[in-house]
């Protein structure tokens, strides 16, 4: 181990030293049995208040015979509430525009709103009361401060601040414990690098794919990350943090030592850090008493997957009163286990984090991305023909997206193999701006690819079967 | 009038309606001659702190043979005390980094970390702390609330979010106002357009030539931003929201009856919204009781510019406990005129608003830009020639800059149209990308210009001659 990676540990472990070990002691060490008892009551509530205001609820819990008063054990509540899916909110928000009949928070409430983009292009828009923000800023607080980062440790954020919650939410946490946010955002990676060398930041946030290019890029230009100032990463967005192969490939560009914390829930769902890693290495807790979590049969979404065993998430926001979400179904691929961490917290946790999405949707670095948005994104690209194929590998632990495109007719004509790199390039750029993918692009032959014409399926997914 | 267009200002006036007109009524109202005694005393204050805590300000004043007692009026002030340039800050960064010797906060007290890109390439930071965070984000709600805006407002943020602070701080004002934040930030135009029609956002906030631009991208796809849900404007980063030209302009795509309100002073002097406008369109206000204001002649700037004369702007923060800039010579070109305003505030007034820098940095769309900042990016893409001219020209009241570029050799082998936009095209989205600026770009034949091989000097500007 080198002077400088002791450095950063010992740094990190004065300041670790001189603040107490939890955010909220009682809260996060609590019996498992006392807190299923207050999140079936929050359950209970949050489902009341559903249904008694939300025409949304009420008319889904009508259809499937369900009130409010029949659930009266967490049994009920997974056998008996219909889940919510991502359609219905986007049909629900096509009809009563814009946030839905799950929402009814009046304007002079609202502190803010984010989006995700959509099959259609239509983004869905959430909006976050001023009680809601304030309330899951302490819970993100919870789960940064579990991750080890104190007032005096600079976070420096490579998450780009847009409409996707995710570095937003990170951001309200770190401000909350009192740590120092350097908000960088989207930027030339060289541009990261360089900042990490003259600021000396010790905790850097982003999607775990764009934090392994960045120790790639580092590489390239000498420059040595496995003895920089960063201490710990916080990873989010994708998959990636929790699985041994991607954080070993972490390890590797950023030092033995560093201290990889994986992050994120779903979007609906704020707070969205309430599924997070804390410094030990122990795979991602949940915590279950502000978003609540159950893995269940994702062809039977009223059966839970047993203890240790793989499932499909399913999140009940417990404390929201702007945009409540009961039984969100985001499908992604994960396993519950109990038992006590090492660091102390009683929470469950996913050993593996969120391994995969289950759904048509692709998880690509750092936001739900449809094959739709990319083809979207691909068309406006001048020189780009008809056939293209979305391959999709596992690369690591982590999944790799990457384009083949047919050159158009005019295109053809030019032959040269600079035309074709500029072509490719224009299509990198083109989905960077326009959906925040980065994506390897290779300009393919003409005629290459089979036609498609109807209800074409340009996806090629190479991933391992176990998925 | 359109029903339409009424209708915005109509609930506009209804929420103001519902509230009382200032943020702080005995400090915006307050006399003349009683905050001027006011303004004395902090600034007295504030050189105290410096001179005691900042060794870059006591070798400066030692230097100059001044000490703090020797500052017992405000023409002492301007007499005497040395201005601050950004030449000398980036001095001091590179001597004690990151922050510089006129910073002396404990890492555990800073909340945010800002820059600005530099000549070198080499960002300048500003390091703010928690107490300095707290006490602008007031003062910047003092600002946002003489605008008009109020809770039920929403805020669509077109600023870009990152090292540059613009955003953050009208973000900050808007969410102390008790608005809603809608952070969209970077994003494609026409994402922009269909954001504004779906959630009906009722403030937009960017910069003027990109609200400018908005517009015109809406007129091309058939929407009418005229009789859009945004009655207010907020544009700042680079002059225009107080010329009458741009105002205009900016009327035309956004309608007659849209309030313009501009506003921004340096990144320097946070808080940076200390001169901005209220809603009555008499020009830009100076709360000068938080950042005070100087305009001075240029070529001496112990020498004041006579009321409602031009001059050289010369800032000094009168609360900053990080970062105290005391006489900080930004050199934008104003006068302030005295008088109380329609609105009814007591604070000086630059009718012109900020008119144009008085140096050889470029200021575009929203940042400090440097030519060699511009080479540096253009230099990367692949096909670019040797030589090249940044074209910066008059445009209604904005500067407007083009770039002509010669290909290389390789390049110029192509020689089609396709390739020539494609090059054109790249480079747009790498100055994008690398500096965050939007320029049109042109490629011209190889040998257009003349080479140059020394001190080039490749900026033609063709603005009029009163700058």
Chains 1, 2 share one sequence.
């Not at 889904?60 to 409010?68: A, Q, S, W």
């Not at 990676?189 to 290019?213: F, M, N, W």
């Not at 829930?265 to 279950?288: A, I, K």
């Not at 790799?400 to 790199?421: F, I």
């Amino acid at each position: 181990m080198t002077a400088a990676v002791s450095d950063r540990l010992e740094h990190r472990a004065q300041r670790l030293a001189a603040h107490p070990r939890f955010w909220d002691e009682t809260r996060e060490t609590q019996p498992l049995e006392e807190r299923k008892k207050l999140i079936l009551e929050r359950i209970q509530k949050q489902i009341a208040y559903a249904y008694e205001g939300l025409p949304f609820y009420r008319k889904l819990y009508d259809r499937h015979g369900v009130k409010p008063s029949d659930i009266r054990t967490m049994e009920d509540f997974t056998q008996r509430v219909p889940v919510v899916t991502k359609q219905m909110l986007r049909d629900a928000q096509a009809e009563y525009p814009p946030f839905g009949s799950y929402s009814n928070t009046p304007p002079e409430q609202i502190a803010r709103i984010y989006g995700s983009s959509g099959t259609t292009g239509v983004p869905t828009l959430y909006a976050i009361s001023k009680s809601d923000w304030a309330r899951a800023t302490e819970a993100q607080a919870m789960a940064i401060w579990a991750m080890g980062v104190r007032p005096g440790d600079v976070v420096h954020f490579v998450f780009p601040f847009g409409m996707f919650i995710g570095g937003w939410a990170i951001m309200a946490g770190v401000e909350r414990v009192g740590a120092t946010v350097f908000p960088v955002g989207a930027a030339d990676s060289k541009r990261h690098i360089d900042l990490i060398q003259q600021l000396r930041p010790t905790v850097l946030a982003g999607t775990p794919s764009y934090v392994l290019h960045l120790a790639d890029v580092a590489r390239s230009i000498g420059v040595n990350l496995r003895s920089s100032s960063v201490h710990t990463l916080i990873v989010g967005g994708e998959p990636g943090g929790t699985v041994p192969g991607s954080v070993a490939a972490i390890r590797g560009g950023w030092g033995d030592d560093i201290i990889v914390c994986d992050t994120g829930n779903t979007s609906e769902c704020f707070p969205t850090q309430m599924n997070s890693s804390c410094d030990q290495g122990q795979g991602v807790h949940v915590f279950e008493d502000e978003v609540y979590l159950e893995t269940v049969d994702p062809d039977d979404t009223r059966c839970r997957a047993p203890d240790g065993e793989f499932g499909a998430t399913v999140y009940t926001t417990l404390w929201r009163e702007s945009q409540p979400m009961i039984r969100f179904f985001a499908a992604d691929r994960a396993r519950l286990v109990h038992g006590t961490c090492t660091c102390g917290r009683t929470y469950p946790r996913l050993p593996e984090g969120m391994i995969g999405r289950l759904d048509d949707m692709l998880l690509v670095r750092g936001a739900n991305v449809y094959p739709s948005a990319i083809e979207g994104a691909l068309r406006q690209v001048p020189g780009v023909g008809a056939e293209y194929r979305i391959v999709i590998e596992r690369k690591g632990a982590l999944d790799e997206l990457r384009l083949q495109v047919e050159p158009d007719a005019e295109w053809t004509k030019l032959q040269t193999a600079d035309a074709h790199a500029l072509l490719a390039q224009s299509i990198v750029e083109r989905l960077r701006r326009e959906i925040g993918l980065r994506v390897g692009v290779e300009v393919v032959a003409p005629g290459t690819f089979e036609k498609m014409l109807f209800k074409a399926r340009r996806v090629i997914d190479r991933r391992p079967a176990e998925r």
